[in-house]
Structure formats: structure tokens, C-alpha cells
């Protein structure tokens, strides 16, 4: 196949123009499948994609069918732009910060807003990408050190290994549940003024696959709850993790008829000037991985729960 307009060189990140003549042998063949040899470090997903988003075009006019059957002596030109995924793993800076650091460890206050891992939709701009940019010491550290994440819209502190060993024995700890981390939450409806804990399995809610659920057969997780007060129909709560599940406190609350303020994924509604889900990673305590000092933090809640959590402490 004769090109035109090829760079041999691995894509920048810049999109790349290239070109054939359509042979006599591909006449009649479908567009997509004529690109996988035109372009074949991508996958035919993504070509397709390129097609549907007109960014290939036939005899000069853009075409937005993959199954488009080809004529011979046509030419084809596909601007080659990368997948999101591939960005996934590139430095980006942004201000992060940070509470503690050390050769072995970073802690950081994560804002509400911030994804903390790509995924898809969210690809870049992620916690992952900002340290990357911030230290090259991440980049050779899987997952950039990120031992456990915090939701999109959930503020608050997160540990993130800065050496292997680090992250080794942070993996562990976790695992071995001694590390010890205590959230700030409001939730809709008057919550027992005693203390109490919420022992249910999670699991991929089978209604709907973005949520979580309690269900037979989902990963033990278990929560402590202690209501610091309530005011209306709004209570102010204070939670401890004995486990990480996806979504854990929204769900167990939810699950009680107790959604987090604001939490429309689990039924919250917004209150009190709260529109992102009411929760906050306050404390964070855990033994250092390396030297076994005991280390503990607190970090106060941003504005906009500050306000709320106020609100609702008045008597």
C-alpha cells in the first residue's frame, strides 16, 4: 500500500495526518478494515471512532460510515489523534496539597472534584497525573504510588507511597485494616443518637452497574457511625472505615434510608448549600512504613462543608 504524509516516528501526542491510494486490491473493502493497514498500531475500535468523529476522509470529503465500501484510485487520509486512555499516564502539573512528605511517603488533601486514578471519562487531569509531574520517582512506582482512593467528589486525605517499600507495606496495612481513617458526613434524616456500626457486604448494585449495593455475596465491609448532631432533617455524622469498598459509606448510610446530602447517585438530595456529595476524609492514622512511627493527621473540611457542618452543629 503506497502512503503518503507517514512520520515513522511513535505519535507525540500530536495528531498525525496519513495518507494511500486506495490498490486495486481493496476495492470494494470496507473503510475501517482498510485503515487497520494504513494505521496498524491502532486498534480498530479506536479507527472507527476516528470515522464516526470525520476525522478520515475519502476523495477529500469526510466519512462518517466504517462500513463504507472503498473505490479503487480514491485517496484515503486519516488524521491519526491518540486514544484518551494513552494519556492516561502523563505528567500534568497542578497544585496539590500536600501535608506531609517524606523520601517514603506523601500526604496529600485531596479537593472535591479531583478524579484520583484515570478511568474512562476521566483519562487526564486525574491525582495520578499531577504526581507524576511533581516527582519523576513516581513514574516508576505502579499506580504512581496511589494505595487507595477517595470518590471524585469526596474531599479530604490520602496517603501515597514514594518508594516501593512504601507502598508495599501500605498495601498490607490496609489490607490488615490497621490503618485508621475517620470521614466527616451529612446525611438526610434523623440518625440515632447512638453509636452504632453497619456490618453489610457490598457489591455491583445489579440494577445498575454504576452503583454499588448491599448484597448477598459482596465483599464484607463494615462502618462505624457516630452522630455528632442534627438539626431538621439533616444529621451530622462522624465515620470509621474497618474496610474500603467502593462507595462504603454512601452506600451503608443509603442503604438505612440515610443518603448523604447532596449524593444523587444514592438519593441524596442538595441541602444547605452542599451540591457535591457531604463527605470528608478528616483523619488519617497509620504506622510509617518504613520506621513504624505512628503518624496521624486531621485535616479540616473545605468551605463549602465547613458552612454546612456549622449550620447544622447550631443549636
Known sequence: MEQTG??????????ESRSAMVPDTSHGERLDRFLTRL????????????????LVLVDGLAVRQASRRLKAALPVTVTLELPEESRAFVPQ???????YEDDHLLVVDKPAGLVVHPAAGHWTGTLLNGLLARDPVFAQLPRA???????????????????LPAMTALVRDIAARTVRRRYLALVHGRVSAEPFSIDAPIG?????????????G????????????????ISALRCALHTGRTHQIRVHLASLGHPLVADAVY???????MTRQALHATELGFSHPVDARPMRFQCPPPADLAQAWQAVLVD
Open 267 to 273: 438519593g441524596g438530595a442538595p441541602a444547605l448549600g
Open 204 to 216: 455491583r448494585d445489579p440494577s445498575a452497574r454504576v452503583r454499588m449495593a448491599v448484597v448477598a
Open 218 to 233: 459482596g465483599k464484607p465491609a463494615r462502618t462505624d457511625v457516630e452522630r455528632v448532631a442534627v438539626r431538621g432533617a
Open 145 to 163: 504510588g496511589i494505595v487507595h482512593r477517595l470518590d471524585k467528589d469526596t474531599s479530604g486525605l490520602m496517603v501515597v507511597a514514594r518508594s
Open 39 to 54: 494505521a496498524p498500531e491502532f486498534s480498530r475500535s479506536h479507527l472507527q471512532s476516528l470515522i464516526e468523529r470525520g
Open 93 to 99: 502539573a497542578m497544585d496539590l496539597s500536600v501535608v
Open 6 to 15: 507517514i512520520d515513522d516516528s511513535e505519535l507525540d501526542g500530536q495528531a
